[in-house]
């Protein structure tokens, strides 16, 4: 068989889909919009222990106090083997056994927002979404993510996003639909085969290094780390991982002198690699939380409103459908506004 890719727009998945493809169905529904959990005891674990023991040694927050307690879990048949049977907490596990629950939530507000739909086909779904909604469930952001508010409102249950945006940044976010399609659109970004387009309001201070005249460009390119369990990346020493092209588009005037409008192509996609490459060169985003220097005062409200959000959009997103061969093309329906928490339609 030839190792040569396959033709976009034949529909044929990968490999990597045609192997999820044969997978089971998982043993628990979706609850809530979100899937089961799921551990598989690791190859080089010699005694796993108890079913019990080893789901509280693998997930602590099992036996949080505010939790149910984990024995109570396993009466009532909650924790399943691959084919739906219920183990007893004092199950032996061998490695490669499988173990399935539903995480408990915990309690969460969920604002009511619109969910603008740009596009829903057969094959994608693409969300403008607006600030402050997170991409994926996580931490305290689990019923009002995006993926869990549409699989919910649409119904469809293997709904994932094909890429992600910050919780603060608002704009196009694509989903696939189908499992065994998911990786022929994910390659699509790993490949920097994506145009994106971002749209920022800056605040450069005198000593900033970006450009300050309409039109001017400039670009960006840094080694980026962003180390796990802590919340900020970094610029480093090292062979650059991370380009964005920046134009200026409009210096703003009056009360919000020094103010620029800047649109962003980003060519590679580091977690907040936008904002941390901007505030590293003197210019953070108005309304960050995470980027702003702590030794620089925060403008008057007059630049930065109470609760303004991030001022960053992805405002548009295009790419040739691997699956049906198709221009895709779609862009955001909002425009961001320095005086408002929400933005403008």
């Known amino acids: 068989m030839s190792g040569a890719p396959e033709r976009a727009g034949s529909g044929r998945p990968g490999r990597a889909a045609r192997r999820r493809a044969r997978r089971r169905p998982p043993p628990l529904p979706q609850r809530e919009g979100l899937?089961?959990?799921?551990?598989?005891?690791?190859?080089?674990?010699i005694s796993a222990g108890t079913a019990l023991e080893a789901l509280a040694r693998r997930f602590p927050a099992l036996t949080a106090p505010e939790a149910t307690p984990l024995?109570?879990?396993?009466?009532?048949?909650?924790?399943?083997?691959?084919?739906?049977?219920?183990?007893?907490?004092?199950?032996?596990?061998?490695?490669?056994?499988?173990?399935?629950?539903?995480?408990?939530?915990?309690?969460?507000q969920v604002p009511e927002l619109e969910l603008r739909i740009l596009h829903h086909d057969d094959h994608l779904l693409v969300l403008d979404k607006p600030h402050d909604m997170a991409t994926?469930?996580?931490?305290?952001?689990?019923?009002?993510?995006?993926?869990?508010?549409?699989?919910?409102?649409?119904g469809v249950e293997t709904l994932v996003p094909l890429h992600r945006l910050d919780r603060r940044t608002a704009g196009v976010l694509a989903f696939g639909i189908h499992p065994h399609e998911r990786s022929a659109y994910q390659q699509l970004f790993a490949r920097a085969e994506v145009g994106k387009e971002y749209e920022a309001r800056l605040l450069p201070s005198a000593t900033s290094s970006l450009p300050g005249q309409l039109g001017e460009t400039c670009s960006l390119r840094d080694h980026l780390v962003k180390r796990r369990g802590e919340l900020t990346a970094q610029v480093l020493p090292g062979v650059p991982n991370a380009e964005?092209?920046?134009?200026?588009?409009?210096?703003?005037?009056?009360?919000?002198?020094?103010v620029l409008s800047v649109l962003l192509r980003p060519r590679t996609g580091r977690?907040?690699?936008?904002?941390?490459?901007?505030?590293?060169?003197?210019?953070?985003?108005l309304g960050e939380?995470?980027?702003?220097?702590?030794?620089?005062?925060?403008?008057?409200?007059?630049?930065?409103?109470?609760?303004?959000?991030?001022?960053?959009?992805?405002?548009?997103?295009?790419f040739v459908d691997p699956i049906t061969g198709e221009q895709r093309d779609f862009?955001?329906?909002q425009t961001l506004d320095a005086g408002s928490r929400t933005l403008r339609p």
């Open 289 to 318: 939380d995470l980027y702003w220097p702590v030794q620089r005062p925060r403008p008057s409200s007059q630049v930065w409103p109470e609760e303004l959000p991030l001022q960053l959009l992805a405002r548009r997103l295009r």
């Open 71 to 108: 024995p109570a879990r396993f009466a009532a048949g909650e924790i399943v083997d691959a084919d739906g049977r219920a183990w007893s907490p004092l199950d032996l596990l061998s490695p490669g056994d499988e173990l399935w629950f539903h995480r408990e939530l915990r309690p969460e």
């Open 271 to 285: 977690t907040h690699q936008l904002r941390v490459q901007l505030s590293s060169r003197g210019a953070p985003i």
């Open 244 to 258: 964005s092209e920046l134009e200026v588009i409009a210096p703003a005037p009056g009360e919000a002198a020094g």
């Open 35 to 45: 899937d089961a959990v799921h551990w598989r005891v690791p190859h080089g674990e």
């Open 331 to 333: 862009r955001s329906s």
């Open 136 to 154: 994926m469930p996580r931490g305290a952001h689990v019923l009002a993510s995006a993926l869990v508010r549409l699989r919910r409102r649409t």
